[in-house]
């Protein structure tokens, strides 16, 4: 106890602590029950720090103590209402300074929760509500658990944030449920947008023993661990035994490693140490597992990435909560019906996403009566499409497409207070669009545009109240991706961007406000980069060698895969329209029109799985030679580029912070957490430096340096 | 529709706790007691058709916040009951579980109901009786009642008035049978059984609450003499002789004769009649002696046919009052046997289903009796009586 002293400094934690009391059984035995409790209000979740472990250990001392002398015949924990605990504070683990420090918390937690498997008596967890991280280790150190069918989230979200379950999660768990069913709970969920398992997945995956409903769960719990304790026998049906060890186990991570690599690329540490703590679990003591637990505990926590990601994930939760630059929220106007103009396949897409998030009228335009039926057509096939899914109700249904009308007539947005464009990105007919509804729509309608190239103010020189219109730009697919950039126009006043706003939050989207500026954030960027990779293949770079070379930037996809799925009509235009902007640092490339002419880049497999470049398209760049600058080089550019780009844009006041620009790449580009979304990655790479000879982050987001 | 028998097919409740801030349910909220019973009760039924319940009638005297809201089918919807069943809120104070089983009773017995759950809650700390009530200035001003009609030791205190030979002294030993016939009980078991422990939430953690929080089992009547008489100086009711402020949740299953086969349950015992009569509402005690006159004369019972007694223990005086009247002794074998609300509390909407449970139990062991009464005194001058046949009857 005597070496956890050093993280035992923190004299502010919220303690959860542990309290004990003894529960008469319907057997007449006596259970120890420990709830734990932070003593917050419910929005407050039990957290577990140095104090609170060692609260928590000194408690089952006592109860081993009182076991050996008969008094308990079992041990319980569970939390307070709605909790069990989401785990450690990462906050403190991100302050620390050392190395040291980190492998004491993991050291610390495997000494503390270890203790439950050696009472003497049965120890049991109740998993009474959210239970994610450390909190959901508490329970696997256990014997037994049971789940409440309310919990609302379990899970072992770690390396999300860049580290691993610690805490004997990596030991635990895969003897527990077995190899597969371990790797889906701490490797392929948080993968994906961090999913979490509901108890009904946590009981069928063998996590939970048992499950019960809310209302009588803690009741049913007890009685159901005063059977156990009289001798009723559980089966685990999917704890591995000897033949899953000797056969699937290692196969299972090499192909999960496969497929980490294919999706990841190798930049990314935590998932690579989860596949290798994994892989050693099916063998050796349970000793052995919690120090190479420890080992990776003080690797990861040290390390750049965990900061980047807690970085990332406070962005994520509570920054984005805070917009920028934000109008007074009372200035913003109710919006009570929506008019979209243009029934094409965007427009319609708009159209859905109101009628579904605002639940108010929506009137879409076209220039064809058939454009417009085919339009409703497509919103109500989507709807129905989700009522198969049982995602929506018959009822609200049959709300939303009564809620839909088309019309010829501008005329149909006469008692709008809201209208969307969505037609042909070009300035003389966003122009005219807007005059005409203009004349049509109450004085105080705001009017939107989801231009990604225009200059907003530019499309608003044809209104007599230009003050009215704001940029809202979405990104592909609408209904899918987190953000939207609302432009500010130099004439925008506060009425409507604090309603854009407030559309944006109903429509359950991340806003950021920007300037009325070239490619406002995402395309700026994105530009810049797909701008640069085919900058390199023009000078004769292969694909290949250019994706490589920009690799360990740890991006979810290399350029030409992403100008593949935008499109390469579209990325040739938004390369165009940057190079527009500035010619000289944005490159737009001849080669990338012929490409989008001939119409593909990649090469793939009957299933539509990518396998290399098409040949033809080697032949129209005429990059096979793989010349041009060194691999190093391109990537020099890129970072340095980039640096100097985000650097230029806070100063242009594009955006406020360098915490907005990474918000915007995280939910607009799908950056990854571990770069921080960018910024913090180009500080510690030493680009920042060399473009400005600063940095974007005081001190910088960066692991600890021995 | 067609006539037909009302049975009592099994009854539960939660352990009753101290009402106030001290009390095991301090932090628990009175629609999840009545919840937690039904789950319980339903639990011992498990392969009941849940979509053949009528309807849910819960009591609350209170019908304010989390007793409020039509708690018979909030209720029903928080225990998880299929959406098809339907419930409803019923108040007649004290005896609000009894009024609950008495009008789905009838439903059964008019064969509009073949199956209901009846049952109360009260939970006294959260909501103190009387607590924001605004009674109409008519009822003082025009003396429709007399000032003390409003306040239920008062009632108790004049009792006590008018039959100066129920003597404080008599009203003790009563309470002190009562504890003692209560601890009897709960060391033979028989009271467990029908608890439904509930886990509640404390500052310091979880808690079950597995028994009755008031028993107080030592008491004597050398203790009980110079208690305080809150309700008057000099006066004879105290906290020892009239039940105390209680939180707790009460529910049984009725059903019909056809309900009976057809889902195969086994009932304890039948109803053979009730009776509610109103008395002066400043002697609201006794209140239980024309509601039971009235009932036996619908059966066509007289008093001596009735062989087990479980009546509401609001204040001692009360039922000696109800015993004076027929002439049953204040120590009868047959009244309360295991105890009355001076020793498990008395969560006012709550106990009639209590009195019922405990009947019911009372008939397996004696299946010489064929009749039972459980009676109860309500606020404003009422009583409620209702009369049991004992399934297990042998004959004589």
Request: contains cysteine; negative net charge.
């Amino acid at each position: 106890m005597e070496r956890f002293q050093p993280l035992l400094q923190d004299t502010d934690e919220i303690i959860t602590h542990s309290y004990v009391r003894d529960i008469k059984l319907a057997s007449g035995k006596t259970l120890a029950l420990i709830t734990l409790d932070n003593g917050q209000d419910h929005t407050r979740p039990n957290t577990l720090g140095p104090h609170t472990l060692l609260e928590f250990a000194g408690k089952l001392d006592e109860l081993k103590q009182r076991a050996k002398d008969k008094e308990i015949h079992g041990v319980a924990v569970t939390g307070k209402p709605y909790y069990l605990a989401a785990g450690v504070d990462l906050t403190k683990v991100q302050g620390l300074q050392d190395r040291h420090s980190g492998r004491l918390i993991g050291e610390m937690g495997h000494w503390a929760l270890d203790k439950l498997s050696d009472l003497g008596v049965p120890s049991f967890v109740f998993i009474n509500g959210l239970a994610l991280g450390g909190g959901l280790e508490v329970a696997l150190n256990a014997d037994y658990r049971t789940v409440n069918r309310a919990a609302p989230a379990i899970a072992l979200p770690e390396i999300f944030l860049g580290l691993i379950p610690g805490w004997g999660g990596a030991y635990l768990l895969p003897n527990l449920i077995g190899i597969r069913n371990a790797l889906k709970v701490m490797l392929e969920n948080p993968l994906k947008q961090n999913r979490m398992l509901k108890p009904d997945e946590a009981f069928d995956l063998g996590i939970a023993d048992a499950i019960f409903d809310s209302s009588r769960f803690l009741e049913q719990s007890i009685d159901w661990a005063d059977q156990v304790l009289g001798g009723k026998k559980i089966k685990r049906k999917n704890q591995p035994g000897a033949v899953e060890k000797a056969t699937i186990w290692g196969p299972a991570v090499s192909i999960a490693r496969s497929m980490v690599e294919e999706k990841l690329g190798k930049v990314p540490l935590a998932p690579y140490r989860v596949l290798d703590l994994l892989g050693a679990a099916k063998s050796g003591t349970k000793q052995a597992a919690f120090e190479r637990e420890d080992q990776a505990i003080e690797d990861l926590s040290a390390g750049d990435q965990f900061r980047a990601s807690i970085y990332a994930f406070n962005l994520v939760q509570k920054h984005a909560k805070k917009p920028q630059g934000a109008p007074d929220s009372k200035l913003a106007k109710p919006v009570t019906k929506v008019g979209v103009v243009g029934a094409g396949l965007m427009a319609s897409q708009f159209a859905l996403l109101f009628l579904r998030r605002l639940e108010v009228p929506v009137v879409i335009t076209d220039i064809s009566q058939e454009r417009i039926d085919k339009g409703i057509t497509y919103i109500t096939e989507e709807l129905d499409k989700l009522v198969a899914k049982g995602r929506l109700s018959s009822d609200d249904r049959n709300r939303y497409v009564g809620n839909l009308s088309g019309s010829l007539e501008y005329a149909a947005f006469a008692d709008c207070d809201w209208v969307i464009e969505a037609v042909f990105e070009e300035l003389k007919i966003k122009q005219e669009v807007f005059a005409a509804i203009e004349k049509v729509v109450r004085e105080d309608c705001i009017l939107a545009t989801n231009t990604s190239s225009l200059s907003v103010d530019e499309i608003g020189k044809a209104l007599s109240k230009p003050e009215r219109l704001v940029g809202f730009h979405f990104f592909n697919p609408v209904a899918v991706m987190p953000l939207l950039e609302v432009v500010r126009a130099d004439k925008s006043n506060d009425e409507s961007v604090a309603t854009a706003m407030k559309v944006a939050r109903s429509l359950r989207k991340t806003a950021v406000i920007t300037s009325d500026s070239a490619g406002f954030v995402v395309n700026r960027l994105l530009g810049f980069l797909l701008g640069e990779a085919m900058r390199a293949v023009d000078e004769g770079a292969s694909f290949e060698k250019v994706a490589d070379a920009i690799a360990p930037l740890g991006l979810p996809m290399n350029p030409f895969d992403l100008l593949e799925l935008v499109g390469l009509k579209v990325g040739a235009h938004v390369l165009d329209s940057m190079h527009a902007f500035n010619q000289d640092r944005f490159y737009a490339s001849e080669n990338l029109h012929k490409l989008a002419e001939y119409g593909k880049l990649l090469e793939r497999d009957g299933k539509g799985k990518i396998k290399g470049y098409d040949k033809k398209a080697i032949d129209i760049v005429g990059n096979s030679s793989n010349g041009g600058r060194s691999a190093e080089e391109i990537f020099e550019a890129v970072n340095v580029g980039l640096a100097k780009e985000i650097k230029l844009m806070l100063d242009e006041k594009v955006v406020h912070l360098p915490e907005d620009i990474d918000l915007c790449m995280i939910m607009g580009a799908g950056w990854p957490f571990h770069l921080g979304g960018i910024t913090p990655y180009l500080d510690r790479s030493g680009a920042s430096e060399k473009a400005f000879g600063s940095t974007f982050h005081t001190p910088m987001i960066i692991g600890v340096r021995d | 529709m067609k006539p037909q028998d009302v049975y009592f097919v099994d009854g539960v409740r939660t352990p009753f706790g101290k009402a106030g801030e001290k009390g095991v349910y301090w932090n628990t909220r009175a629609d999840d007691l009545v919840v937690k019973a039904m789950i319980g009760l339903l639990e011992r039924h498990p392969d009941l058709d849940l979509t053949a319940i009528d309807d849910v009638a819960i009591a609350a005297t209170t019908q304010q916040g989390d007793q409020g809201l039509t708690i018979g089918r909030t209720a029903g919807i928080l225990a998880g009951l299929p959406q098809s069943v339907p419930g409803f809120a019923i108040d007649r104070m004290c005896a609000g579980a009894m009024t609950a089983v008495t009008t789905t009773g009838s439903g059964i017995g008019i064969g509009a109901y073949d199956m209901v759950l009846a049952g109360g809650v009260e939970h006294m700390g959260r909501h103190p009786m009387g607590f924001d009530a605004d009674p109409n200035p008519r009822f003082l001003a025009e003396k429709l009642v007399s000032p003390d009609a409003l306040n239920m030791g008062n009632t108790a205190e004049k009792i006590h008035d008018r039959f100066p030979h129920l003597t404080k002294e008599r009203a003790d030993a009563f309470a002190v049978g009562s504890q003692q016939k209560a601890a009897q009980a709960y060391k033979d078991g028989k009271i467990q059984k029908d608890l439904i422990p509930v886990s509640a939430a404390t500052a310091e953690g979880w808690n079950l609450v597995t028994q009755d929080e008031l028993l107080r089992p030592d008491s004597t009547v050398e203790g009980m003499k110079d208690l305080k008489t809150p309700f008057r100086p000099h006066g004879k009711v105290t906290a020892g002789n009239a039940s105390p402020l209680t939180d707790g949740a009460t529910i049984a299953l009725l059903a019909s004769g056809d309900a009976v086969k057809k889902h195969n349950l086994a009932p304890r015992m039948k109803m053979v009649s009730f009776g509610f009569a109103g008395v002066e509402p400043e002697i609201m005690g006794i209140g239980p002696i024309p509601s039971t006159e009235k009932a036996l004369e619908k059966a066509g019972l007289t008093i001596d046919d009735i062989g087990l007694f479980e009546l509401n223990e609001a204040f001692a005086v009360q039922v000696l009052s109800f015993l004076d009247h027929f002439g049953i002794a204040d120590d009868d074998e047959r009244v309360n046997k295991y105890g009355g609300a001076i020793a498990f509390g008395h969560p006012l909407a709550s106990s009639g289903v209590r009195l019922m449970n405990q009947l019911s139990r009372q008939f397996e062991e004696h299946p010489e009796v064929r009749y039972g009464v459980t009676a109860m005194c309500i606020g404003l001058g009422m009583g409620g009586t209702v009369i049991w046949e004992n399934l297990n009857y042998g004959g004589k």
